[in-house]
């Protein structure tokens, strides 16, 4: 099992530009999220989606939108892409957004925006 | 919204010392967790506390929920190398919006001297 898998690792933009960062993840759990992660600053939730079909703001949503294509897989888009956004990228995913079930991590995606 | 403090912010020991890092909220969380991360890589959930009070270990790192539900501490015994890395605190709060966010605190960033 491959885990949580995120493309591209890298990726570098200019301001203005598009894109979208791909997640997957094949241990048929229900919940997915995404992070973005800045020196000092942790990880912050940017949307997440408790099942397939739904998805909800986090804390950090302006500039971005979602989709949860399948129960597998769940793509964070950028549309007009800003120097504030370079940032660190991580893809999580969980069995339910229970407190209890625990969030497995992808390896991130590392965004510069020049 | 709700916010951690972690601290310290880095710490520099020699092999074998024993560490500990803790993280303090402004509000009560249902769970605790913590969490390391390793260059390029994404966070990997080292111990999860579902219990006011409890005290859990899993082998050289012990973690505790505090009892007021506003904070948490992680201790490392005898350090090795391989502890090197990037330790979060997380909290996630069952109830309300908040239902399957977890909230960072800014990390540890531990380096351990041969």
């Known amino acids: 099992n491959a885990g949580v898998t995120q493309t591209p690792k890298f990726q570098v933009l200019k301001t203005g530009q598009s894109m979208t960062l791909q997640c997957a993840q094949d241990?048929?759990?229900?919940?997915m999220y995404w992070y973005r992660q800045d020196p000092g600053m942790g990880l912050r939730l940017i949307y997440y989606?408790?099942?397939?079909?739904?998805?909800d703001k986090g804390e950090v949503p302006n500039g971005y939108n979602v989709s949860r294509l399948n129960k597998r897989e769940f793509s964070l888009r950028l549309e007009s892409a800003a120097p504030s956004q370079t940032s660190v990228y991580f893809c999580?995913?969980?069995?339910?957004?229970?407190?209890?079930?625990?969030?497995?991590f992808g390896p991130g995606t590392r965004l510069t925006v020049l | 919204g709700q916010q951690l403090n972690q601290s310290p912010q880095s710490m520099f020991i020699q092999e074998g010392e024993d560490v500990s890092m803790n993280c303090t909220s402004s509000?009560?969380?249902?769970?605790w967790l913590w969490y390391k991360q390793e260059p390029g890589e994404g966070p990997v959930l080292l111990i999860a506390?579902?219990?006011?009070?409890e005290l859990t270990s899993n082998g050289r790192l012990t973690a505790q929920f505090g009892i007021t539900r506003k904070d948490s501490f992680l201790n490392i015994s005898a350090s090795i190398p391989s502890d090197v890395g990037i330790y979060f605190c997380?909290?996630?709060?069952?109830?309300?919006?908040?239902?399957?966010?977890?909230?960072f605190g800014q990390g540890t960033i531990l380096t351990v001297h041969p």
């Open positions: 509000s009560i969380f249902n769970t």
């Open positions: 241990m048929n759990h229900n919940s």
């Open positions: 997380a909290g996630q709060w069952a109830g309300g919006t908040s239902y399957g966010k977890l909230t």
């Open positions: 999580a995913s969980s069995y339910t957004v229970s407190s209890t079930d625990t969030q497995y």
């Open positions: 989606s408790a099942s397939e079909g739904t998805t």
């Open positions: 506390l579902y219990k006011a009070g």
